[in-house]
């Protein structure tokens, strides 16, 4: 089954949009391999890739999941909620089904209180 | 007494956060005496963003300012409320967008920031007052800033819900702050991507960060840096100001 992403939700960008995307995908599950789609949307946050992801694994639906994504922005995302669930994802890549690699949060490093913030915030 | 007599200029971040202080103390009960700020743009700059009328001033004193008032192009002109709805990250992020079109922000980021808090607000915020957001477009320095509060449980309280962090009960706020910036630390089991996000498009953006709570504040700079610091003051809730410069031509 090929489905894009826009057909599951108008927006890509709360948890709650997520679960709707589940939900809409669980629906139309025939049990044959599904490659949804990402790069047409507009806006795909982390948190709504997260809580997809979390909801397809869930479902046991993951496993047959390939993820069909080129933008690097979404790339990197996925591999964010790699790292951060420590779950297989797949993409495509050409032809080839391909494990998505982790990626983890950049470190932020604690300083010194500068004190007043100054007028630009 | 909320004394502006000698402000000559005022920040988003500064207005959401003053308007919190007025809407979480007036929901207790108390009064205010409010001087006002000598300087006539300022007063005329609130009176452009609605802060009158968004936090409830006498309705005489409103329309007096109101008199005034102009839109401003790089502005919002407006204070949004934000209420405890579902769509509200959507509907914000939108109406934003649209309004953002006259200024040379970077779309992308801002929706996903504005979508991300704004959802925070109506997930964990944990009151029925509304939060606020609003933005201003500084030209001269080519600086987009955003501003959003609440003034409802904070992150200290919010966190508590999830056993995993129970004990930051008697940390300091700005404590707090630091460990909710981190990834899948969240009141919500599985959760806690969203302010991580949101961090990653500031430093990405090159812009700057500031998160307040209780008594603490964090500021985080371009460079990733995170200073933790104390408010000066006690506010219930979430207040956050971003500062986006412009993107290179």
Redesign the interface.
């Known amino acids: 089954m090929h489905v894009r992403i826009t057909e599951l939700t108008s927006?890509g960008?709360?948890?709650?949009?997520a679960q709707q995307a589940y939900s809409e995908l669980a629906a139309r599950d025939d049990g044959t391999d599904i490659t949804i789609r990402l790069d047409d949307a507009e806006?795909l946050?982390?948190?709504f890739l997260?809580e997809l992801v979390?909801k397809l694994a869930e479902g046991g639906l993951l496993p047959r999941v390939t993820f069909a994504v080129d933008r690097p922005d979404y790339v990197n995302r996925l591999r964010?909620?790699r790292d951060?669930r420590d779950v297989e994802l797949f993409r495509n890549e050409g032809d080839q089904r391909r494990p998505v690699s982790p990626k983890s949060?950049?470190?932020?490093?604690?300083?010194?209180?500068?004190?007043d913030?100054g007028?630009?915030? | 007494m909320v004394d502006l007599s000698s402000v000559t200029f005022i920040t988003p971040f500064a207005m959401v956060y003053l308007g919190m202080f007025l809407r979480y103390h007036s929901h207790r009960g108390c009064a205010f005496h409010w001087r006002e700020p000598e300087d006539e743009k300022v007063r005329s700059y609130l009176a452009s963003m609605r802060f009158y009328e968004r936090f409830r001033f006498e309705p005489s004193f409103v329309l007096e300012r109101q008199a005034g008032r102009s839109e401003l192009s790089t502005s919002l002109n407006n204070i949004l409320d934000v209420r405890k709805d579902p769509d509200s990250g959507d509907e914000v992020a939108r109406q934003a967008a649209d309004a953002l079109q006259r200024v040379p922000a970077r779309p992308g980021p801002v929706a996903y920031i504005i979508s991300e808090l704004v959802d925070n607000f109506v997930q964990h915020s944990g009151t029925e007052l509304p939060g606020t957001f609003t933005w201003q477009w500084f030209p001269q320095r080519g600086v987009l800033s955003l501003a959003l509060g609440d003034c409802g449980l904070g992150i200290r309280t919010t966190l508590q819900r999830n056993e995993d962090f129970a004990h930051v009960g008697d940390w300091p706020d700005e404590k707090t702050i630091s460990l909710a910036l981190e990834q899948r630390v969240s009141c919500q089991p599985g959760h806690g991507m969203g302010l991580t996000e949101t961090v990653e498009h500031v430093i990405e953006a090159r812009g700057r960060l500031i998160i307040a709570s209780g008594s603490g504040r964090v500021i985080i700079d371009q460079g990733g840096r995170m200073a933790p610091g104390k408010t000066g003051n006690e506010l219930p809730g979430v207040q956050i100001g971003i500062q986006l410069p412009a993107p290179a031509e």
């Open positions: 927006r960008l709360t948890r709650r949009r806006l946050s982390l948190s997260d979390a964010r909620v951060a949060a950049p470190k932020l490093i604690e300083v010194q209180d500068p004190g913030p007028d630009e915030l």
